[in-house]
């Protein structure tokens, strides 16, 4: 990836966004950072600082359609053209649907929703001139399949995913040479699940087997350069994708069966828990949560993914020097 790349991050104070911005800063990248939470914002914009880049944190609720088009407009003036842009901004409830409120419902589908048109919009109208420039959008599991307990994120995943096919069609309509993934993301270790609104009897969690942030960002920083439609990463993901494609009901079996206690540790909800759901809550939250002893660092699959051309190339090089040895054993 060549340097000095200008990069948008939305979500970028925390979690999978904050591990995306150090491993884009990593690459010499200069960065736009827009999220709600001043703290963790000045936090990512001295790493990315620390190294050598150039940081511009613009506190920015994605929620707001005009929000994010003045972010755009001056990251681009004050950092350059955007060649990348992730969305990646999320927020969600636990809860039985039974439980949910409209004010609920609307909230997740503004921000991890709408927030993903409003980047896209924004993005592409700076690009499309162009004719460059590529659009990540960080996905799920639950994009595909829905889960007990957290409905409105998983509609607004849906969403997400219906709204980029039809992008991706009219971008191969139009020639454009601007390319959208989405990168499909498995049970992650970051702090959403100490500020996620819950209505749950125990503390939240993610579903195991958990994965530390950075595997998601090497995926999004991968995606951002190649012109793949879809990734997945990890073996979760790939298996729930597949699964409900060819056993729904059994899987709904399944997740009725499992799903409750999967997302909830041992612990008692805390009365006076807080959540992000409307504001930031303060301090710099970093990109992990509190399950780092038992989170995953790497994948098979999403390795296998990112290499998949070299290890085609090197099994198709094996074949053909066994087929030549065959013979000769013969």
């Excluded at 991890?112 to 690009?127: E, H, N, P, S």
């Excluded at 004719?131 to 799920?140: C, E, F, L, P, T």
């Excluded at 749950?200 to 995926?219: G, M, T």
């Amino acid at each position: 990836m060549p340097t000095q790349q200008v990069v948008v991050i939305t979500g970028a104070s925390a979690g999978v966004g904050r591990a995306t911005v150090r491993a884009f800063a990593r690459q010499g990248a200069d960065i736009g950072l827009l999220a709600r939470g001043t703290d963790g914002l000045d936090g990512a914009r001295r790493e990315v600082e620390a190294v050598g880049g150039r940081a511009l944190a613009i506190p920015t609720d994605v929620a707001h359609a005009d929000e994010v088009e003045a972010a755009a407009e001056r990251i681009e003036r004050e950092l350059g053209p955007i060649d990348v842009w992730v969305n990646n901004a999320m927020v969600s409830v636990f809860s039985p649907v039974k439980e949910l409120t409209a004010e609920d419902v609307r909230r997740v589908t503004e921000v991890t929703y709408l927030g993903v048109v409003y980047g896209t919009l924004a993005a592409l109208k700076r690009m499309l001139p162009r004719d460059r420039g590529a659009i990540v959008q960080v996905g799920s599991a639950l994009a595909y399949r829905g889960i007990p307990l957290q409905a409105a994120y998983c509609g607004a995943k849906h969403a997400i995913q219906g709204f980029t096919e039809s992008l991706h069609c009219e971008l191969l309509h139009d020639g454009s040479h601007v390319h959208v993934s989405m990168v499909h993301l498995p049970a992650m270790n970051t702090p959403q699940f100490d500020w996620v609104k819950s209505r749950l009897p125990r503390e939240p969690q993610p579903v195991p087997p958990i994965y530390q942030p950075e595997l998601a960002a090497d995926a999004i920083v991968w995606a951002s350069s190649q012109r793949r439609r879809e990734i997945s990463v990890g073996e979760p993901t790939l298996a729930a994708i597949w699964i409900d494609k060819f056993a729904s009901g059994l899987f709904d079996r399944y997740l009725a069966h499992t799903g409750y206690d999967s997302q909830q540790t041992g612990q008692p909800a805390d009365p006076n828990r807080r959540d992000n759901l409307w504001n930031p809550l303060p301090g710099d939250h970093g990109p992990h949560g509190r399950f780092d002893d038992r989170a995953l660092h790497s994948s098979v699959q999403a390795w296998l993914t990112e290499h998949l051309q070299a290890v085609a190339g090197v099994a198709l090089v094996g074949g053909a020097l066994a087929a030549l040895a065959w013979p000769r054993r013969t």
